[in-house]
Each structure stands twice: as C-alpha cells, then as structure tokens.
C-alpha cells in the first residue's frame, strides 16, 4: 500500500461507518447511496487495476478514462435532478407567494390616483407632483414654495 491509500482508506471506511449510522436512525435510502460510492470508492482505491481490467470488458482504452466517463456522466445526470427540484421549488414559491398575497389582500383604492398614498411615496419620492415644477422650467413662486416644502 502507498501513502495514498493509507490515508484514503481509513476516512473511506469512517465516512462508510457514519453512512451505516445514519441509515440506521432514519431509514432514508440516500444513505445506502453513499454507502455504496463510499465502499466502491475503497475497493477502487484498494484495487487500482480493477477499473482497467472493467475499461477494457468495456472497450475503454484506460481504467482512468472510464472513471472520468463515469463521473461526467453522474455529474450531469445529478445536476438535471437538482435544477428540477429547484426549479419545483421556485414555482410552489411564487404559488405560495401569490395565495398569502390573496389571503392578505384588502379593499383599496387600486389604482385611483386620488389616494393619500401615492405608489411611489416610499423610495423617496416626492407625494405632490407639483414640486416636479421647477425641474421643467416653472419658476413661479408656486413651485418654489412647493420644492422647499413651505404650505
């Protein structure tokens, strides 16, 4: 054995250990996953000439190319499994978001412009649209009174 496998082996064999304990709390399949790349992992590492003799069975030239081939092919398989789930979490968010909208939604004035409120007064907008005068070269003392917010 190298230095490698003395040092792979054993944190191999731990995380495999802990995958056996978490399968036994919950009873959740993942773990059985991961035990299975855990030990597989250790056996591949124990065994290197193992995957060149399984490349040639398979017409793969080289026991590293197979491992590569392999690990793309799991890497882009798990990475349309996770933009699924993510993508059917970010529609039951909007679908969540809508119904609490629904839920909380009261009797307004909509879009009626005569509303003390005005749709943009909160981001540091000015309320009255007459102290935009000045801006548009009104300089009556109107607009000035209203720029400087004097009544």
Do not use: C
């Not at 590293?64 to 890497?75: C, H, I, N, Q």
Request: aromatic letters at 10%; charged letters at 15%; a positive charge.
């Amino acid at each position: 054995m190298n230095i490698f496998q003395w040092i792979t082996i054993p944190l191999l064999a731990t995380l495999a250990l802990l995958e056996i304990r978490a399968y036994l709390r919950n009873h959740q399949w993942i773990h059985v996953l991961r035990e299975g790349v855990w030990l597989s992992a250790i056996v591949l590492i124990l065994f290197p000439r193992l995957t060149s003799s399984v490349a040639s069975l398979l017409g793969i030239g080289r026991g590293t190319d197979l491992v590569f081939y392999a690990f793309m092919l799991l890497t882009t398989g798990i990475l349309f499994h996770f933009y699924g789930r993510n993508y059917i979490l970010r529609r039951d968010l909007v679908e969540l978001a809508r119904r609490d909208a629904l839920r909380s939604a009261t009797a307004g004035h909509g879009l009626d412009t005569k509303t003390s409120d005005p749709p943009l007064g909160n981001i540091g907008l000015a309320a009255d649209p007459s102290s935009y005068r000045r801006s548009n070269g009104d300089d009556t003392p109107e607009s000035s009174q209203a720029i400087q917010g004097s009544p």
